[in-house]
T-cell receptor, first 112, second 109 residues
Framework: DTGVSQNPRHKITKRGQNVTFRCDPI?????LYWYRQTLGQGPEFLTY????????KSRLLSDRFSAERPKGSFSTLEIQRTEQGDSAMYLC??????????FGSGTRLTVV | TQLLEQSPQFLSIQEGENLTVYCNSS?????LQWYRQEPGEGPVLLVT?????EVKKLKRLTFQFGDARKDSSLHITAAQPGDTGLYLC?????????FGKGTKLTVNP
């Protein structure tokens, strides 16, 4: 297992389009997190899963955002009707309980 | 929600210099983690400190946890260009990580 994998690495989309990102966590990690990071800021928490259950969602996660982890393994984050303000780096992390987090390299989204 | 402040926000130094960055909290940390994030990559965990007064060393990096567990410092000796990145502190041991803005360090050759 080589760590947390995120795809795609980069995504450019037109405003109003839908986009979906994928995260493959470390296989024995039962927790999976999504964060968003804009330039000059630290990562901001969006949501997290324990196994397949989505346990918490940030108020940052508007109705246009949805995340799933259907079998407790990989996760997807979908953004509908993208807006320019959605441009950011979307980071996924996984952990086994709270024993340190491993982050992926992120998906950089640019909405034009 | 714990308020994290990191200082300085930006730091630009020459190779070979020493530096210290700080992390302060409005409340007591149960434990604290330091991450480094290189441009275009995700954060990488450097260290977790748990006990007040604890000091941990990682090669040229020295991490100190305050006695009252409300602050921490990261000292880098003889900085190298490879140390360039965003240094983030965060409370560990919680179900989600809440990051501050971090300290953006640039080490010039």
């Amino acid at each position: 297992d080589t760590g947390v994998s995120q795809n795609p690495r980069h995504k450019i989309t037109k405003r109003g389009q839908n986009v979906t990102f994928r995260c493959d966590p470390i296989s024995e990690h039962n927790r999976l997190y999504w964060y968003r990071q804009t330039l000059g800021q630290g990562p901001e928490f969006l949501t997290y899963f324990q196994n397949e259950a989505q346990l918490e969602k940030s108020r940052l996660l508007s109705d246009r955002f949805s995340a799933e982890r259907p079998k407790g393994s990989f996760s997807t984050l979908e953004i509908q009707r993208t807006e320019q303000g959605d441009s950011a780096m979307y980071l996924c992390a996984s952990s086994r309980l709270d024993l340190g987090y491993t982050f992926g390299s992120g998906t950089r989204l640019t909405v034009v | 929600t714990q308020l994290l402040e990191q200082s300085p926000q930006f730091l630009s130094i020459q190779e070979g210099e020493n530096l210290t960055v700080y992390c302060n909290s409005s409340s007591v940390f149960s434990s604290l983690q330091w991450y480094r994030q290189e441009p275009g990559e995700g954060p990488v965990l450097l260290v977790t400190v748990v006990t007040g007064g604890e000091v941990k060393k990682l090669k040229r990096l020295t991490f100190q946890f305050g006695d009252a567990r409300k602050d921490s410092s990261l000292h880098i000796t003889a900085a190298q260009p490879g140390d360039t990145g965003l240094y983030l502190c965060v409370e560990g041991g919680s179900e989600k990580l809440v990051f501050g803005k971090g300290t953006k360090l640039t080490v010039n050759p």
